[in-house]
């Protein structure tokens, strides 16, 4: 009787737990999405030098951050998880006090690195001109850890909401004060590191907000849970454990997620370390090479939204690889990681060479400008290694191996550093973009052999080139003519101009549209991909498979 009792309550567990995971997901995919489009309008509001700026700041201060708080989160999380779950309330609150005092203490050490140390790190940099950026940003470290516990704290509730909300809210202000600040801040036509400055500092204001929701449905949850939690303790018997033990297993738990998170910020680093140096050319000053550092940086955001795309297509596949493991079935797990490779392999190589090809019209619509767009065409494809390493990533830890992907992203990270000494002095900025690809690759071909290797799935030549690249030659023909042809054709009849921002987003979106449509009917019409595959990937059976069959591309 009691296991028939039990199923019914582990699969609400289970379900909870499900349900939990699919609102912070929607949460994250919005809030990268805030996060990625932001860049934007930094840009064209403020010019290529202050989102220069911003763009080599911001990694460092994501740095600071990760290791201030990665791995606090989900150690509070489980914690507080283990003590509800036996009826210790009073010891998961002791979790949450234990976990915001170690936080506050890294935070307020992280601010006065960044804030009494933004001279040293500027010149650590080599760039003068990101010191007011690196102060500003750094009071956010006062506010983030605290936020950081309680979001841990609720999540080991099983109660997610708080979480999701405060994660949107914070993105919301942050972006918003920055649009705001770069109006007021550019109206006052004062210089490029103050306005990159201003646009650091929606960290700040964002991170209060967070830190406010947070706040507020811990009030909430302290007047639901004031005589519940009371009846609950009392019947189960707490022995309080003395702060060094607790946070001495804390940091124990903490410190290896920690070290796997900041393997990603690091790439990052390496360009902000190196770059502002290696571009500097006699007669350039510190305002001219933030201007070559921030052209090189458009292509960035358009990487990351095809990156976020991968991410989400991982959330619903992985989870199912570790089921299978768990299982014992191999043959479920070798068959559900190909498939996440598959799809992220044929979205991120057409999003790489999709976006090489529309990279003028897509520079003008987004940037009004035409500089850095051989640089875009380069960064482009990094989109190909790095969505199948998302994956790749994701399956190795669906098996169980946590920390091979942060080493492997290590690996890349020095190839990285050594590939932009030897390129970036030859090349520029396209010697970086060259450098970024380079060391993407590196990661994803490591990750590769080891999945090779561990469960033995395999990649058949005929799928993942020859099929997969007759598709994409297909829509490169497309392209080429939407792209190349139709402002070709326009231009001889001067009917408009082919160079407005107008025209070119217009050309962009076309060239987008129908380069998808004609590159998924290919890959159905080939057998590298089939409709219900195709399932899997958001959005696609709402709106690019009833399109497909509209046209009559796949029945």
Known sequence: ?????????????GALWVKGAAVLGGAAVISKLLGTLQKIPLQNIAGDEAYGIYTAVYPFYILILFLATAGFPIAVSTFVSENVVKGNILAARQVLRVAIILLSITGLLGFALLFFGAATIAGWIGNAETMPAIQSVSFALLFVPVMAALRGYFQGNR?????????????????????????????????????????TFGAVTGAVAGLVVML??????????????????????????????????????AIPVCLGAIAVPLMSIVDTFTLPRLLQ?????????????????????????????V??????LVPAIAEARAANSWRS???????AIRLTWIVGIAASLGLAITALPVNIMLYENTKGTMAIAIVAFTAMFSTVNITTTSVLQGIGSVTIPAFHLLIATIAKVLLNIMLVPLWGIHGAALAAVLAFAIATILNVIVIQRRIGVTFSLTTYVTRTGLALVLMSAILF???????????????????????????????????????????????????????????????????????????
Request: with cysteine.
């Open 216 to 253: 507020l449905y811990w009030r909430r949850h302290e007047r639901l849970q004031e005589h519940g939690w009371r009846e609950t303790q009392a019947a189960n018997a707490y022995v309080k454990e003395s702060f060094g033990s607790l946070a001495r297993r804390m940091l124990l738990f």
């Open 333 to 339: 797990v070798q068959q559900r990681a190909e498939l």
């Open 159 to 199: 109660d997610m909401i708080p979480t999701a909300v405060s994660q949107v809210v914070e993105q919301f202000i942050r972006v918003g004060t920055m649009i705001i600040v770069l109006i007021i801040f550019t109206s006052w036509t004062i210089s490029a590191s103050w306005i990159a400055a201003g646009a």
């Open 1 to 13: 009787m009691e296991q028939q009792r039990g199923k019914p309550q582990l699969r609400a567990t």
């Open 311 to 316: 991410s989400s297509i991982s959330v619903a």
């Open 481 to 555: 003519i939407i792209v190349g042809g139709i402002p070709a054709f326009i231009s001889t009849f001067s009917i408009i101009s082919t160079s407005g921002r107008l025209f070119n987003s217009c050309i962009a979106g076309l060239a987008i549209m129908m380069g998808m449509v004609v590159y998924i009917a290919a890959l159905i019409r080939l057998g590298v991909l089939t409709p219900q595959e195709l399932t899997h990937v958001p959005g696609a059976e709402r709106r690019i498979l009833p399109l497909l069959r509209k046209l009559r591309l796949i029945e």
């Open 281 to 309: 050319q006699p007669g350039m000053s510190d305002l001219d090479v933030m201007t070559e550092f921030g052209i090189y940086a458009r292509g960035l955001p358009l990487v990351q939204m095809v990156a976020m795309l």
